[in-house]
C-alpha cells in the first residue's frame, strides 16, 4: 500500500473497537479488523465448529461468510469517507465458489472502489489463505446518509475517541 493510502494504527484500532463494540454478532463469530487502508478492509473470524453448517463435513455455514463480507464491505466504505456517516447495505451479491475448507480460518478482503453523493460500490472475497483462490467473491452497494452523523450505542469515551481520530462529525 502507498503512503497516500494508509490508514494510521489509530484508525485501524478505533475500526476493531468499534467492530467488537457496536457489532454484537461479529463479536459472537469472533470477527477481527486484520488491517485497514484507505477504503480497503482485511477481516478474519477462527475457524470454530460452533459455527458449522454441515456436522459430518465440518463445513462452516454460508451466513458466516455473508456476515463477514457484509462487516468488510461495510468497513471499506467508512474508510473510503471523509467523515463517519451512517451507512445501509442496499445490496450485496455474494457468488459461492467453493464450500470453506473445514477446520481453516476465514479471511476477507473488501474495497470501496467508487463512492458517489448518495451510494458507495464495494467488492471483495472471502478466502482461507490465498485471496486469488477464493470460497466467494461479492459486489454491493451501500447507501450514505449524507451530512448525518452515525449513531452509534457505544460508549461515550469511545465515541470521542472515534470522533477525534477519524474525523466524524458530531453524533445526533
Known sequence: MS?????????????????????????????KVEDAARGEAWLSVPYNEDLVGDIETGVLHGGVITAMLDNACGIAVQLSLPERIAIAT?????????PATPKLDLNAHTHCYKVTKNIAFVRGAAYHEDEEDPIATCVGNFMLAANRAMPMPISEELRQQADQVLGGGKAE
Open 90 to 98: 442496499l445490496d450485496l451479491r455474494i457468488d459461492y465458489m467453493k
Open 3 to 31: 503512503d497516500q493510502t494508509n490508514i494510521s494504527p489509530e484508525q485501524i484500532r478505533m475500526m476493531k473497537d468499534v467492530l467488537i463494540e457496536h457489532v454484537p454478532h461479529a463479536r459472537a463469530l469472533g470477527m
